[in-house]
C-alpha cells in the first residue's frame, strides 16, 4: 500500500539551528501538508502546498518556517532558527486529487535543547 | 473556527465494544475521519464517513453520524489489546483537518 515516508525519524538540535524534515508523499497526490503534535497537545494544521505554492497556513507557520517541493518527489519543512518551543512531533501528510482523504507519515520526532 | 471535542480516556475488557465519542462545530463539514495513533507512531487513518451517510461499517468498524447533533462515533466490535491506541476524530474546517485531542483507548485483558 502505497505510503507517505519521512526522515528523520527523530532529530536532535541546539537551539538557534536550521532544520530541514524531508517527505515523501504518495506518488499521484497534488495536496501536500505538514502538522505538528506537541507532546500531549492536539494535531496542529502548519501548512498545505498545492500546484507549488502555499496554498493555507496556519498563524503557527511564521517567517521562521518554509517549505519546499524541489523536485517531483520530496516535499521539505524547514525551521529557520530553531526554539525551544518547535520541540514536537511533525507529521507530513498528503492527499489525492479531490483532497478528500488525508494521509500521514509515521512523523519527525524534533528535539530542541 | 471548527472545535472538535473527545473525551480523554476510554477502557474497555478485551472482548467487549467500544464506542469513542466525538462532537464537532461546523456543519458544512463534508467527509469526517478517524485517525488511529499508537504509541511512538503516525497517524493512521483508520475510517471514514461522507456527511449524507448516517452509518459506515468496515469489518469491526461501525461509524455513526447524527448531524443534527453534530455527534460522531466509533464503534470497535470485539475489542483486542491491539486496539490499545489514540483515537482521532478529524473534521475539515477553518484548516484542511481539525483534530480533536484524542481519546485513548485502553484494553485490558
Known amino acids: 500500500e502505497p505510503e507517505v515516508t519521512q526522515t528523520p525519524s527523530h532529530q536532535v538540535t541546539q537551539m538557534g539551528q536550521e532544520v530541514i524534515l524531508r517527505c515523501v508523499p504518495i506518488?499521484?497526490?497534488?495536496?501536500f501538508y505538514w502538522y505538528r503534535q506537541i507532546l500531549g497537545q492536539k494535531v496542529e494544521f502548519l501548512v498545505s502546498?498545492?500546484?507549488?505554492?502555499?496554498?493555507?497556513k496556519s498563524e503557527i507557520f511564521d517567517d521562521q518556517f518554509s517549505v519546499e517541493r524541489p523536485d517531483g518527489s520530496n516535499f521539505t519543512l524547514k525551521i529557520r532558527s530553531t526554539k525551544l518551543e518547535d520541540s514536537a512531533m511533525y507529521f507530513c501528510?498528503?492527499?489525492?486529487?479531490?483532497?478528500?482523504?488525508?494521509?500521514f507519515g509515521e512523523g519527525s520526532w524534533l528535539t530542541v535543547v | 473556527g471548527e472545535d472538535v471535542e473527545q473525551s480523554l480516556f476510554l477502557s474497555v475488557r478485551e472482548g467487549d465494544s467500544s464506542v469513542i465519542n466525538c462532537t464537532y462545530t461546523d456543519s458544512s463539514s463534508t467527509y469526517l475521519y478517524w485517525y488511529k495513533q499508537e504509541p511512538g507512531a503516525g497517524l493512521q487513518l483508520l475510517t471514514y464517513?461522507?456527511?449524507?451517510?448516517d452509518m459506515k461499517q468496515d469489518q469491526r468498524l461501525t461509524v455513526l453520524l447524527n448531524k443534527k447533533d453534530k455527534h460522531l462515533s466509533l464503534r470497535i466490535a470485539d475489542t483486542q489489546t491491539g486496539d490499545s491506541a489514540i483515537y482521532f476524530c478529524?473534521?475539515?474546517?477553518?484548516?484542511?483537518?481539525?483534530f480533536g485531542k484524542g481519546t485513548r483507548l485502553s484494553v485490558i485483558a
Open positions: 501528510a498528503s492527499s489525492g486529487t479531490n483532497g478528500n482523504t488525508i494521509y
Open positions: 506518488s499521484n497526490h497534488l495536496y
Open positions: 502546498f498545492y500546484n507549488n505554492e502555499i496554498s493555507e
Open positions: 478529524a473534521v475539515p474546517g477553518n484548516t484542511p483537518l481539525v
Open positions: 464517513i461522507f456527511s449524507n451517510m
